[in-house]
T-cell receptor, first 111, second 118 residues
Framework: GQQVMQIPQYQHVQEGEDFTTYCNSS?????IQWYKQRPGGHPVFLIQ?????EVKKQKRLTFQFGEAKKNSSLHITATQTTDVGTYFC???????????FGQGTRLTINP | NAGVTQTPKFQVLKTGQSMTLQCAQD?????MSWYRQDPGMGLRLIHY???????DQGEVPNGYNVSRSTTEDFPLRLLSAAPSQTSVYFC?????????????????FGNGTRLTVT
C-alpha cells in the first residue's frame, strides 16, 4: 500500500537556526499537504502543493514538491520558539481518496 | 460554526468493554475520517467516508467499526477494547473535490479523544 516516510523523527535546534524536514512517498502523489501540531493540540493545516516542482512560501517557511511528485520538504529559516511542534506531511496517491500521513518530525527549540 | 466536535475528550476502558467515539461537523463536509496517533507512528488512518452511506477501510481498521448515516456524524465504535487500542483518536473532515472525486481540500481536525484501555 501507499507509504509516506518522513525524516528526521526528532530535531532539536537553537533558536535562530534553520530546520528542514523531508517527506518521501513510495508512489506518485496527486498532492501533498503539510500540517503542524502544537504539543497537546490537534494538527492544523499549513499548505497544499499540487504541481510538480512547486515551491510555496509562508513567511519563514518554504515548502517544496519534487519534480517526480514523490517527495517534499519543509524548511524553516531562523526558527523561533513559536515554531515548536510536530510537522506532518500527508499525501494522496493519484486516483485515491484517502490521505496518508508521514510519521511526523518533532521540533524542539532551545531559546 | 463549531467545526469538528469530538466527544468524549478522555475515556478509560477495561479490556473487553465497548464504546463509541462521537464525531460531528457542521461545515457540510462530505469527507470524514478517523485517525489514531501513537508516539513515533504519526497519524494512521482507521476508516474514512466520502459521503453519507459510504465508508471504507484505512490502514488500521481491525477492531473498529464506523457508519455514516448523516453528513454531519461519523461515529467510531470499539467493539471489544484491547490495550493495543490505547491511543489518541482524531476525527477529521474536508470538502470533497467534485471534479476529481478526491478530497483535495484541507482536513479540519477535532480536538481528539485520549483513550486508555487497561
Amino acid at each position: 500500500g501507499q507509504q509516506v516516510m518522513q525524516i528526521p523523527q526528532y530535531q532539536h535546534v537553537q533558536e535562530g537556526e534553520d530546520f528542514t524536514t523531508y517527506c518521501n512517498s513510495s508512489t506518485t502523489l496527486s498532492n501533498i499537504q503539510w500540517y503542524k501540531q502544537r504539543p497537546g493540540g490537534h494538527p492544523v493545516f499549513l499548505i497544499q502543493l499540487v504541481k510538480s516542482g512547486e515551491v510555496k512560501k509562508q513567511k519563514r517557511l518554504t515548502f517544496q514538491f519534487g519534480e517526480a511528485k514523490k517527495n517534499s520538504s519543509l524548511h524553516i529559516t531562523a526558527t523561533q520558539t513559536t515554531d515548536v511542534g510536530t510537522y506532518f506531511c500527508a499525501g494522496r496517491r493519484q486516483g485515491a481518496q484517502k490521505l496518508v500521513f508521514g510519521q511526523g518530525t518533532r521540533l524542539t527549540i532551545n531559546p | 460554526n463549531a467545526g469538528v466536535t469530538q466527544t468524549p475528550k478522555f475515556q478509560v476502558l477495561k479490556t473487553g468493554q465497548s464504546m463509541t467515539l462521537q464525531c460531528a461537523q457542521d461545515m457540510n463536509h462530505e469527507y470524514m475520517s478517523w485517525y489514531r496517533q501513537d508516539p513515533g507512528m504519526g497519524l494512521r488512518l482507521i476508516h474514512y467516508s466520502v459521503g453519507a452511506g459510504i465508508t471504507d477501510q484505512g490502514e488500521v481498521p481491525n477492531g473498529y467499526n464506523v457508519s455514516r448515516s448523516t453528513t454531519e456524524d461519523f461515529p467510531l465504535r470499539l467493539l471489544s477494547a484491547a490495550p493495543s487500542q490505547t491511543s489518541v483518536y482524531f476525527c477529521a473532515s474536508s470538502l470533497r473535490d467534485r471534479v476529481w472525486g478526491e478530497a483535495n481540500s484541507p482536513l479540519h481536525f477535532g480536538n481528539g479523544t485520549r483513550l486508555t484501555v487497561t
